[in-house]
């Protein structure tokens, strides 16, 4: 019944590897995104998806690929992992613009690059 | 630049008592949204309360309700009857013109037994 899922949940991996986070959501949702929460707590926008088409695309490495194979999925992939990149990444939906829709998080992706 | 300031990083309040948590933000746009979202240990981020800027009425849910005063652009969040499971991080965030959610430093809010 998990509205906005994503997996996995923890991940460690070494510097240099290529992982990927996958998101799914059951909501009907058109719209799909990817935050970074830094270690301050502070969430940014990386990617938003609507109909599959890339709509945000902040000042993100280009290690960061997006791709969203359907409406329903917004998968996550980096290439050659920094240190710098360990975060909690949330994926996130909703139906139209966030501007006037609520916004669903997933639980977060716990990423550890050692 | 468009600003969100939660100036409290962390409260601490009585079961049962009433607490309210502060934030500020910054816009020149007349027409907006703000949001208080909760993150419990869990991580996730659950809505609490949204406001429509052109709505006056101040919006309530349960036990959870927002000061929204335009002017001073504050939007403070009051929990009345606080409970155990709502101790959590306390996130408001603001919608900008490029549909991009701006997001305070977050208020711990500790709930003592």
């Known amino acids: 019944d998990t509205a906005v899922s994503q997996t996995p949940k923890y991940l460690v991996t070494q510097m240099g590897n290529d992982k990927s986070i996958k998101c799914e959501q059951n909501?009907?949702?058109?719209?799909m995104y990817w935050y970074k929460q830094d270690s301050k707590k502070f969430l940014k926008i990386m990617f938003s998806?609507?109909?599959?088409?890339?709509?945000i695309n902040e000042t993100v490495p280009n290690r960061f690929s997006p791709k969203s194979p359907d409406k329903a999925h917004l998968n996550l992939h980096i290439n050659s992992l920094e240190l710098g990149d360990s975060a909690v990444y949330f994926c996130a939906s909703s139906q139209g613009s966030a501007a006037r829709n609520t916004i669903y998080f997933g639980e977060g992706s716990w990423l550890t690059v050692v | 630049a468009q600003t969100v300031t939660q100036s409290q990083p962390e409260m601490s309040v009585q079961e049962a008592e009433t607490v309210t948590l502060s934030c500020t933000y910054d816009?020149?746009?007349?027409?907006?949204?703000l949001f208080w979202y909760k993150q419990p240990p869990s991580r996730q981020m659950i809505l609490v309360i949204r406001?429509?800027?052109?709505k006056q009425q101040n919006a309530t849910e349960n036990r959870f309700s927002v000061n929204f005063q335009k002017a001073a652009k504050s939007f403070s969040l009051k929990i009345s009857d606080s409970q155990l499971g709502d101790a959590a991080m306390y996130f408001c965030?603001?919608?900008?013109?490029?549909?991009?959610?701006?997001w305070g430093a977050g208020t711990k809010l500790i709930i003592k037994p």
């Open positions: 965030a603001f919608i900008d013109s490029n549909y991009q959610l701006i």
């Open positions: 816009t020149s746009e007349s027409d907006y949204y």
């Open positions: 406001q429509e800027a052109y």
């Open positions: 998806y609507n109909n599959k088409e890339l709509i």
């Open positions: 909501l009907g949702h058109d719209t």
